[in-house]
């Protein structure tokens, strides 16, 4: 091992192989140096028991030549020998199958993997313990021999590997075959060769002494667990045979607690002692045939006992529908009954939580519903909640202006109260909007004088559904004075001779009246919304318009006269007066121009000037005349 053919020179550079290699003959040696911090040896990947605690695994292009369930079980030898987050290196045409809640991928281009979920006794660990060969000879030269080669460069342990293989030999020597099992009855450890009364089940990969053992020894070890576990002492049959292996002769079996310290765990230690013929002592019982009688009786009342446990993990469950005949099934049972309890806890945790939620909530609800009530007699706006037979539900005190409700008549149908409002169709028209869905508005009158805006509107619930009708009564009378007084303005401004044009604070046109509009020859469409610069024309200075904005933008008054022009590009005077409309506040919200076409006054300003132009011209040539005269 670590000898290579004189080729590598054509992949190695010269640096590295004079710096790792040696050269022997026609082939060149990794040097001793290196040599130290690497174990060479012949390993058989399926049958040798793995190295542990390993950073990195290499094994490229030969798992393609297993088949599937050997390659899950090399995975498994793998998952045990590495550690966690340690890096498992495969051949371009491998994967790790359906290995993937046991190793996460790395680099999927190389083919590179890292280990993961070695936190405690996982099912990995256990295939990976289940593909060794537990008919390997732990005590052979073969064994000792692969120990001293995987260990012989290591200096600083030679002490404590003298101490191992010493204490190793002491016990193969003086020690009998045993077994070592933990509190689930799991085997966790093995002193000697415990091959031949011990083996891994058919079919199943488990530690659970009582399935690794035969029948017959596995009904005795069964009944002295139990035993050893209450008792807390030691228990021996004596003169026992298994009879599924009756050359293995008569021997005794010794079943002892094994004390950790602290009481970390609860051990069992089970030994297979030859039978060499000495007395028993009192602690001793001779396995009998009446002993199989009794067992066998136990056997079937504890058959009894688990189709009860079964029923009653059906009923309290109803996920598990059948028991194990396993004592490892058994103890399955056991963890998940001790899982549903704490899951029953949590969900009364959960309960109780829920149950002060819906406190808060109802607490919540009543403090919204005293919002609401209050809403309703504070508001100004007469409300009244129908049902689906359209039965008064709840109304507003306001409503009470309108319709004579009290509250006895919540029950009662609409159409037997009587009202104030000239509104014949009220309740027809409820039918017709819960009917059709489609809301109605009307402005009615009241018999006082006063109008309202009635709307109805369907009763939807948060989940859609219709449960009724919505009417509102909102008070319009100051709006409806107020939209005449506006009309009677609009109907004055439109009527005036004067041009009247209205914009925003930004300039743009808001409104302009037919007089404008005829004057200029554009239509409203055209103006509304544009600049009044669509009128100006050349004649008048850009000087004299940014002094009319600032102004107007100042809140004084403009008053002057423009030259503007037409859609058809002719020109027009006109003399106006512009000024700001101030808001609530005293702010500026629009400004408004009035202005009085001057055309003919112009006109005849010009025919003035054109005479004092000529009397001048007819002057001046009247003293010619005179000063030759003379």
Known sequence: MGEYPASIAADV????????????????????????????????????PPFHKMDLITCRNLLIYFKAELQQKIFSIFHFALKNDAFL??????????????????????????CKNKQGSSSISKDAISNLNLKTDFKSDKFKSQLDINYNNQPQKIKKQLLEKINNRLINKYIPASAVIDENNQLIHVLGDVNKYLKIPINKVSLDILEMSPKSLSLILNVAINRVRREEEEVIYKDFQVEEKAELGVMD???????????????????????????????????????????????????????????????????????????????????ELQSTNEELESV????????????????????????INNLLKSTNIGTIFLDEQLRIR???????????????????????????IKYDNLFS???????????????????QGDWYLIKIHPYRTEQDEIKGVVITFIDITKLKTANKRLQKLRDAVEKSPYMVLITNTKGTIEYANTALLRKTGYNSQE?????????????TSEAKYKKLWNTITAGEKWEGEFCNQKKNGKLYWEKAIIFPLLDEDGGISSYIKFAENIDVQKAKEKELQQLKAENQELKKKLKQRSDNND
């Open 429 to 447: 028209d409820c039918a017709e909007v819960l009917d059709t869905l489609i809301p109605k508005e009307s402005r009615i009158e009241t018999k």
């Open 89 to 114: 290196f495969l051949g371009s045409s491998e994967s790790i199958g359906d290995m993937h809640n046991y190793f996460s991928t790395y680099n999927s281009k190389w083919r590179i993997y890292r």
């Open 13 to 48: 550079s010269l640096d590295r192989l004079e710096k790792y290699f040696v050269k022997n003959g026609d082939r060149y040696k990794i040097n001793k140096q290196v040599r130290k911090m690497v174990i060479f040896s012949v390993h058989n990947v399926i049958s040798d």
């Open 394 to 420: 709840k109304f507003t005190p306001v409503v009470n202006e309108n319709i004579n409700l009290k509250e006895r008549d919540i029950g009662r149908p609409l159409e037997d109260i009587s009202h104030n």
């Open 348 to 371: 009364n945790e959960e309960l109780v939580t829920v149950n002060s939620e819906h406190q808060e909530k109802i607490e919540e609800l009543t403090r919204l519903n005293n919002d």
């Open 527 to 539: 103006l509304i919304g544009s600049s009044p610069h669509i009128l100006k024309s050349d004649k």
């Open 253 to 335: 079996v010794q079943i002892s607690p094994l004390a950790t310290s602290h009481q970390e765990r609860d051990l069992i230690v089970i030994s297979f002692i030859e039978n060499d013929g000495k007395e028993s002592d009192s602690n001793i019982e001779e396995f009998k045939a009446g002993h199989k009688d009794r067992i066998n009786e136990l056997e079937k009342e504890l058959d009894y006992t688990k189709e009860n446990l079964r029923a009653t993990i059906e009923e309290l469950e109803a996920s598990n529908q059948e028991l194990q005949a396993t004592n490892e099934e058994l103890l399955a049972a056991n963890e």
